[in-house]
Nanobody, 124 residues
Framework: QLQLEESGGGSVQPGGSLRLSCAAG????????IAWFRQAPGKEREGVAY????????HYADAVKGRFTLSRDNLKTTVYLQMDSLEPEDTAVYYC?????????????????WGQGTQVTVSS
């Protein structure tokens, strides 16, 4: 069973950057869509971005387009979310999730495997 673990969260000032990692441990991500979601206090969970198993089919939510970038390591075991020009509105718990059907979606219901989340706080 795919297990995902996020890391890289923290506190940063507006305009700063963070890089989140989603590690799949002993699994490779050859057959999974990996997505990032976030949930701010009092708000619903929202999709941020996804990368399909081919590594080049990526999609970003409008709220982060042009500021966030997905990438993957050569071993296909870790997906990264580079977050630049961070804004206070980006403050949330960020989760990575895996979809074994490799679909092109940011619908949370499609994802069966979830990490425990990592906190990102953007504040001056």
């Amino acid at each position: 069973q795919l297990q995902l673990e996020e890391s890289g969260g923290g506190s940063v000032q507006p305009g700063g950057s963070l890089r989140l990692s989603c590690a799949a441990g002993e699994y490779t991500l050859d057959y999974y869509t990996i997505a990032w979601f976030r949930q701010a206090p009092g708000k619903e969970r929202e999709g941020v971005a996804y990368m399909r198993s081919n590594g080049y089919d990526v999609h970003y939510a409008d709220a982060v387009k042009g500021r966030f970038t997905l990438s993957r390591d050569n071993l296909k075991t870790t997906v990264y979310l580079q977050m630049d020009s961070l804004e206070p509105e980006d403050t949330a718990v960020y989760y990575c999730a895996g979809d074994q059907w490799d679909t092109a979606t940011l619908s949370a219901d499609q994802f069966d495997y979830w990490g425990q989340g990592t906190q990102v706080t953007v504040s001056s």
